[in-house]
């Protein structure tokens, strides 16, 4: 059993720099693939960017270049950077854990966080 609580959203301008924490619990948390999604207003969630239990990464399109994942086994962390930030970056962004990294990908994980609010303003 995995539980996600992410931190960190909030209003920042265009332009400016937020970044998002997921804090793990569970003594297998460096065994997890962990992602991050979004969802906007009106909008389906989307997938933004995820990493395998090694370190290895995938982002979206529209993300790359601009946002980082990282995580801290120690600290049973998941991190996003983002950088260059956009209004259309604006959303309810969630933190997701599973075993496989396509699984994170694909938006089926089985532990989801309760989500953080990331506002862009212009």
């Known amino acids: 059993q995995v539980q996600l609580v992410e931190s960190g959203g909030g209003l920042v301008q265009a332009g400016g720099s937020l970044s998002l924490s997921c804090a793990g619990s569970?003594?297998?948390?460096?065994?997890?693939?962990m992602g991050w999604f979004r969802q906007a207003p009106g909008k389906e969630r989307e997938f933004v960017a995820a990493?395998?239990?090694?370190?290895?990464?995938t982002y979206a399109d529209s993300v790359k270049g601009r946002f980082t994942i990282s995580r801290d086994n120690a600290k049973n962390t998941v991190y996003l950077q983002m950088n260059s930030l956009k209004p259309e970056d604006t959303a309810v962004y969630y933190c997701?854990?599973?075993?496989?990294?396509?699984?994170?990908?694909?938006?089926?994980?089985?532990?989801w966080g309760q989500g953080t609010q990331v506002t862009v303003s212009s």
């Open positions: 990493i395998n239990w090694i370190g290895g990464s």
């Open positions: 569970g003594r297998s948390f460096r065994s997890y693939s």
């Open positions: 997701a854990a599973d075993r496989g990294l396509s699984v994170v990908v694909s938006g089926t994980s089985d532990y």
